[in-house]
């Protein structure tokens, strides 16, 4: 979640991002689109295989209907409430880089694709693939599958980018086959390894996995390759091992979790929920700066941080929203 500042904030420094962002910077530099790039090979995904995992501790302590209930509270209301303020951010936006001449002319995000979730398409889908599972509740995986044979999901992957094409779930409500196809079979992977302790104690000696992963994105983000279908292949296998990488990480790590990574776990929803009208708003006010990208993107990074990590400390955290989005502040 936290990463998503990272994300957004660097769309409007890759070169050529007119007809897909709503900034288009004096300043740009192609690391920017790697950066891009490696960040999206696995940041959902691995936020999709931990969705997966606790939505199956969820729904094994209770039937059917409190499990809706807390799917509801956590993906549905947060969507229905926060969709419409992103919608008219999204078009204030718009309409001012278009007075200011920031916004490309070839942007294909106006008219009829204004009607959006932009970067809260992911509420949708993880209360879709909720329900989805529930029939599964209560199974895991019986046997030991060594992580490094689950890379071999990866073909899945890569032959679903290549007959389906690429997923853009933010651009629209209506579910995509391309993406429940792409980020379900990460959340069904989360679900299944919940309670199965043979599993995921093979993710102990796989760390390496996660750093590997960013490797290769990087790799093939540099090059053409990326939009050739042997780059659909490696792209698929680095978000596998990213995926399987961060599972490792997760698996060996032990112990109570600090305060403070605490904060951050409770912080990262709503930092989530609320950054991105404040990269844009910064972006938008930067567009025209002679400065250098690096440095632009510097700013936005603070500004997205201090601005959503600071109302979560100050105001939601002790609030009714900070209760609802993080119930274990109620413990």
Not at 151 to 168: D, I, M, N, Q, R
């Amino acid at each position: 979640m936290l990463l998503g500042i990272a994300y957004h904030a660097s769309f409007a420094y890759v070169p050529g991002i007119g007809p897909w962002y709503v900034v288009q910077d004096v300043s740009t530099g192609a690391p920017f689109g790697v950066i891009g790039n490696v960040l999206h090979a696995g940041r959902m995904q691995v936020f999709f295989a931990l969705a997966g995992y606790f939505a199956h501790l969820v729904a094994a302590r209770g039937d059917l209907t409190a499990f809706v209930v807390d799917r509801a509270r956590r993906f549905v209301v947060p969507l229905l409430v926060a969709v419409p303020l992103v919608m008219l951010f999204d078009w204030g936006s718009q309409r001012w880089a278009l007075e200011h001449g920031l916004l490309d002319a070839a942007y294909r995000g106006w008219g009829e694709s204004a009607m959006r979730p932009l970067h809260l398409w992911f509420l949708e889908y993880a209360a879709i693939f909720s329900l989805a599972c529930w029939p599964l509740r209560g199974v895991a995986m019986k046997w030991r599958l060594p992580p490094e044979l689950m890379l071999g999901l990866s073909a899945f992957t890569a032959g679903a980018h290549l007959v389906l094409g690429e997923p853009t779930p933010a651009f629209t409500f209506v579910p995509q086959l391309a993406s429940v196809v792409h980020f379900g079979p990460f959340f069904a992977v989360g679900w299944l390894l919940r309670g199965s302790a043979a599993s995921l104690a093979g993710f102990r000696r796989c760390g390496w996995l996660g750093p590997v992963g960013v490797a290769l994105a990087a790799w093939v983000s540099s090059r053409p390759l990326q939009y050739q279908p042997t780059g659909v292949v490696l792209s698929s296998v680095a978000t596998w091992a990213v995926v399987l990488g961060a599972i490792a990480v997760a698996v060996r790590i032990t112990g109570a979790p600090s305060p403070r990574v605490r904060w951050l776990v409770e912080a990262s929803y709503w930092v989530y929920l609320s950054h991105y009208p404040v990269v844009v708003a910064t972006q938008l006010a930067l567009a025209r700066e002679p400065w250098p990208a690096w440095v632009k993107y510097g700013v936005v990074l603070l500004a997205a941080s201090a601005v959503s990590l600071g109302s979560y400390a100050l105001v939601v955290r002790r609030s009714a929203v900070g209760r609802w989005l993080t119930p274990s502040m109620q413990r």
